[in-house]
């Protein structure tokens, strides 16, 4: 089989030469509805931080804000326990001839691994979820003792989300959506006071009562369920975020500068085209064009061609 590339068409061509460039998260549910169409007008050539990978295939800023927002959550559930919040006056953990606090963790991912970290070592009963059986293990080799792991049995996880106090989601897609794992109805029957974070609500959520909600207005009840849906956990800790940040950027930029510029270091590194969503003008992304019905061109092929 022949694969043919068409040359690109003169108005391709002027689309092609440089011009701005935005480097951010990508996080499409906070973003405006037009804001795709936004920079197609000006021609931008946009780059997504959170999908670029390292020559591992890792996505480095993806794992160390991971890292944050997973810690993070297990903290931000134990202010909304308290009764200080409105919550049901428990403490994470509990303390001796108490049952310790029961602490759900939906994905056994980079989140899910510091998430148990946290809440393990507050003293909680943790069980995680994931329907990766190697990712489980993996989490129980890197906490380094034994903790409740299961697959993702909806039968398995309605039960055991009506005892538990917390629920924490973290599972990531690699599509650019998590998947809805915990229905309305399962919500409906968890504990009233229990404490939801939905740590991958900036792909979605995972929970089919999760909203976008901010910083200044974190928290909502649905059916007695604290919620708290706030995207971009990690700029609750801004410090921390930027230096963490800034030891992944500076080593990239440098590298982009001794390479000659983006255009060249994008060329020859896979990891980095990754991250690109819009070339000049141009959807390069899949999802995002299947998602906004907006037409979009293989970001590979469009290098091929010049």
Do not use: W
Request: net charge neutral; aromatic share 8%; hydrophobic share 40%.
């Amino acid at each position: 089989m022949i694969l043919k590339i068409a040359p690109p068409s003169l108005e391709e061509m002027e689309m092609m030469k440089p011009r701005q460039m935005l480097i951010s998260a990508l996080q499409i549910t906070v973003q405006p509805e037009n804001f795709l169409k936004t920079l197609i007008s000006k021609k931008a050539t946009a780059i997504a931080f959170d999908f670029i990978r390292d020559k591992e295939g890792v996505y480095p800023f993806v794992r160390t804000m991971s890292e944050i927002a997973g810690s993070t959550s297990v903290l931000i559930a134990a202010e909304y326990l308290s009764n200080v919040n409105k919550g049901k006056g428990l403490m994470m953990g509990g303390v001796c001839g108490i049952p310790p606090t029961e602490v759900v963790i939906l994905g056994a991912g980079t989140v899910g691994e510091y998430a148990a970290r946290a809440a393990l070592g507050l003293g909680a009963s943790v069980k995680v979820f994931d329907n990766s059986k190697y990712k489980l293990s993996r989490l129980q080799n890197d906490v380094g003792q034994r903790v409740y792991t299961s697959v993702i049995q909806p039968k398995i996880l309605a039960e055991t989300l009506k005892s538990a106090d917390v629920v924490i989601g973290a599972i990531r897609s690699s599509s650019g959506a998590s998947p809805c794992m915990v229905t309305e109805n399962m919500v409906s029957e968890m504990k009233t006071g229990s404490v939801v974070v939905d740590v991958c609500i900036d792909q979605g959520g995972c929970f089919e009562t999760s909203k976008v909600t901010s910083h200044n207005d974190p928290v909502f009840t649905k059916y007695g369920v604290i919620h708290y849906c706030v995207p971009n956990i990690a700029s609750r800790v801004a410090q921390t975020a930027s230096h963490a940040l800034s030891n992944i950027f500076a080593p990239l930029i440098l590298e982009i500068g001794e390479a000659g510029g983006f255009e060249t270091k994008m060329r020859n590194e896979f990891g980095l085209r990754n991250g690109v969503y819009l070339y000049n003008g141009i959807l390069t992304n899949k999802h995002l064009g299947e998602r906004f019905n907006i037409p979009y061109k293989d970001l590979n092929l469009l290098m091929a061609a010049f």
